[in-house]
Nanobody, 123 residues
Framework: QVQLVESGGGLVQAGGSLRLSCAAS????????MGWFRQAPGKEREFVAY????????YYADSVKGRFTISRDNAKNTVYLQMNSLKPEDTAVYYC????????????????WGQGTQVTVSS
């Protein structure tokens, strides 16, 4: 079992920045990819970004590329999502997740999920 605790969400004006954190505990030896997903009201959960175990390989959804940066600190078992130039359409509940796979953009490939943190971007 892996437990994930997210923090860092909140309300920000368009153009602003937020940094999300997600700390993992438990059976962390099973973790390879760490990712972020988001779900806006009335929409399906969508992929945002992932980082491989070493953090050396990252991948982003086109909608956030160039604005968001995912990173991980394996010494702290923590993954981060730095979000810059935020837009109202980034408003959603953001979830971190971990997978035993090396990498994946599919939510179905992630084994454990955080509780979610709300990000609201006002125009």
């Amino acid at each position: 079992q892996v437990q994930l605790v997210e923090s860092g969400g909140g309300l920000v004006q368009a153009g602003g920045s937020l940094r999300l954190s997600c700390a993992a505990s438990g059976s962390i030896f099973s973790i390879n990819a760490m990712g972020w997903f988001r779900q806006a009201p009335g929409k399906e959960r969508e992929f945002v970004a992932y980082a491989t175990r070493s953090g050396g390989t990252t991948y982003y959804a086109d909608s956030v590329k160039g604005r968001f940066t995912i990173s991980r600190d394996n010494a702290k078992n923590t993954v981060y999502l730095q979000m810059n130039s935020l837009k109202p359409e980034d408003t959603a509940v953001y979830y971190c997740a971990v997978s035993s796979l090396y990498y994946s953009r599919s939510a179905a490939s992630y084994d454990y999920w955080g509780q979610g943190t709300q990000v609201t971007v006002s125009s």
